[in-house]
């Protein structure tokens, strides 16, 4: 019997609006970059990959300090033609703490709104920092989020087994009581599995439709689980 559903929150509950290239471009813009659009896509994602890489080879740990530094070091990696690197990379990190920088999944308030009838508990885990907690105050049905689990806080980040053991005790219910959903394989699916959890995977592109995972295409069908 399921007792709460727990949310990743970026990909899954909440988006970069209108896209993380478009906002690295118009800061880039400021401080005189000459980057498309293309251009900074692909490099973020290269750069993302590589932060990953070096947080896999720490064992997952993390804090509010190194997020920052993790941040820096992206933005400073993706945009290295602007005039003052840190100017740039403080209007970018204060930029992604405005509720404006971030659109939430419309059927969010509905899907909230159904499993709070059914009397389940809901809570958001995040491999996020600090600032996660001003944009969710802006969050349709923030009210109904018991708990906030945010990895810089934590001190590890998914998929550690340490991050969702916090999240566990956090809850005080056995695992197979949970269903945790979200939108990354490995670090969402995966994870909560080998943790006891049952878990469903957004993937509204398919991209995981031949992974053997359980997935759904739109976060309103959860209300149909």
């Known amino acids: ?90 209007v970018l990190y204060a930029a992604f703490t405005k509720a404006e920088a971030w659109a939430f999944d419309p059927e969010w308030e509905a899907v909230s709104a159904h499993f709070q009838e059914r009397g389940l508990r809901q809570a958001l885990a995040s491999n996020f920092d600090g600032r996660l907690h001003g944009i969710l105050a802006s969050m349709p049905a923030a009210e109904r989020i018991e708990h906030v689990v945010v990895s810089s806080e934590v001190g590890w980040r998914k998929p550690a087994r340490e991050f969702f053991a916090h999240l566990l005790a956090t809850l005080r219910l056995p695992a197979e009581e949970i269903l945790f959903v979200g939108d990354d394989l490995v670090n969402d699916y995966e994870a909560a599995r080998a943790m006891g959890m049952r878990a469903m995977l957004l993937d509204p592109a398919g991209i995981y439709r031949d992974s053997g995972a359980a997935t759904v295409d739109r976060l309103g069908i959860l209300t149909g689980v």
Not at 5 to 18: C, E, K, R, W
Not at 27 to 37: D, P, Q, Y
Not at 61 to 68: A, N, Q, V, Y
Request: glycine letters at 8%.
């Open 1 to 90: 019997m399921i007792q709460a559903i727990v949310y990743d929150a970026v990909g899954t509950l909440m988006h970069v609006n209108p896209s993380v290239e478009a906002v690295y471009a118009d800061v880039g813009r400021r401080f005189g970059s000459r980057l498309e659009a293309a251009e900074i896509r692909a490099r973020f994602r290269g750069a993302f990959a590589l932060q990953d890489r070096l947080d896999e080879a720490a064992g997952w740990r993390t804090s509010e300090e190194r997020e920052r530094e993790r941040w820096r070091t992206i933005v400073g990696q993706v945009l290295d033609d602007v005039a003052d690197a840190d100017g740039c990379f403080d």
